[in-house]
């Protein structure tokens, strides 16, 4: 466990509890989908847009929204595999069970739960927690970001890195031909032309690298909301910026840049 148990929490709850929930969140999603994880019976099925759902995906979502349900049940949920919406007054939680299914129903480690807490449509607090990583990140607003590198490690706070020229920029997407999908193809390389090196390391990783100052910008060319609530909070907590391909700071744009914050407006232009 990541976190202690804790006593019941109270429907209205200052951020620190907020937090202190969202964290156990995601212990009860860890429980579940660790476990999961390579197992000889993962059932795996696709829904009709093709994306792959697995066991753990559904049993996890049903989990948190049971755990919210108990201790917050006037909040609205949004959730990948169980549907609802984010109001645009009051709180709302966004759940994404299983970020990086592909990978996970492949045996790749690199998947995580993505918990999030919005209040007027804006999140003010995240958790990504990739326990086959071993990591977890999670800010909330006004208490910066933070990291683990290991179940129980002391936690350190992270911020974004320094770089201000894409010419010394690490950039990093999660599916190239996302790009030609959407046909802002020509984008996509003109920036990693002007960029020092490009790299895949997709999904939520690719937005903790960012928010850790390990790589300095990633670009989605198609994401969901509950793939982008979580690590936006994250994100600019650490000092770094995530709109969508427009310049607005939304979750919900349908793609996304990630940005040290330095880079941002020069990434933007390049997809004119």
Not at 66 to 79: F, H, T
Not at 98 to 126: C, E, Q, Y
Not at 143 to 171: E, Q
Not at 247 to 256: D, H, I, M, R, Y
Request: glycine fraction near 10%.
């Amino acid at each position: 466990m990541w976190l202690a148990e804790s006593d019941p929490v109270d429907e209205s709850l200052p951020a620190d509890d907020d937090l202190t929930l969202a964290l156990r969140l995601a212990d009860i999603a860890d429980a579940i989908t660790l476990p999961r994880f390579r197992a000889a019976d993962l059932r795996v099925e696709r829904k009709p847009d093709r994306t792959p759902v697995t066991d753990a995906d559904t049993a996890a979502e049903d989990a948190l929204r049971a755990e919210l349900g108990s201790a917050v049940p006037g909040d609205a949920v949004l959730g990948e595999e169980r549907g609802g919406e984010v109001p645009a007054g009051g709180r709302g939680w966004v759940l994404d069970p299983i970020d990086g299914t592909k990978n996970f129903s492949r045996g790749m480690p690199v998947w995580a739960s993505l918990i999030a807490l919005t209040v007027h449509g804006v999140p003010v607090v995240g958790v990504v927690s990739a326990p086959a990583l071993g990591r977890r990140w999670w800010a909330a607003t006004g208490a910066g970001a933070w990291t683990t590198d290991a179940p129980g490690a002391t936690p350190r706070r992270i911020s974004v890195s320094g770089v201000a020229d894409l010419g010394d920029c690490y950039v990093s997407t999660t599916n190239l031909n996302t790009f030609r999908e959407h046909d802002i193809l020509d984008g996509w390389l003109t920036l990693t032309d002007r960029c020092w090196e490009t790299r895949a390391f997709g999904d939520f990783w690719q937005h903790c690298l960012v928010a850790e100052g390990t790589i300095d910008l990633a670009v989605e060319p198609e994401a969901n909301a509950w793939d982008l609530a979580a690590v936006q909070i994250l994100v600019e907590e650490a000092g770094g910026k995530l709109t969508d391909l427009a310049g607005v700071a939304t979750f919900a744009g349908g793609n996304s840049v990630t940005s040290n914050g330095a880079l941002h407006e020069a990434a933007l232009a390049c997809f004119g």
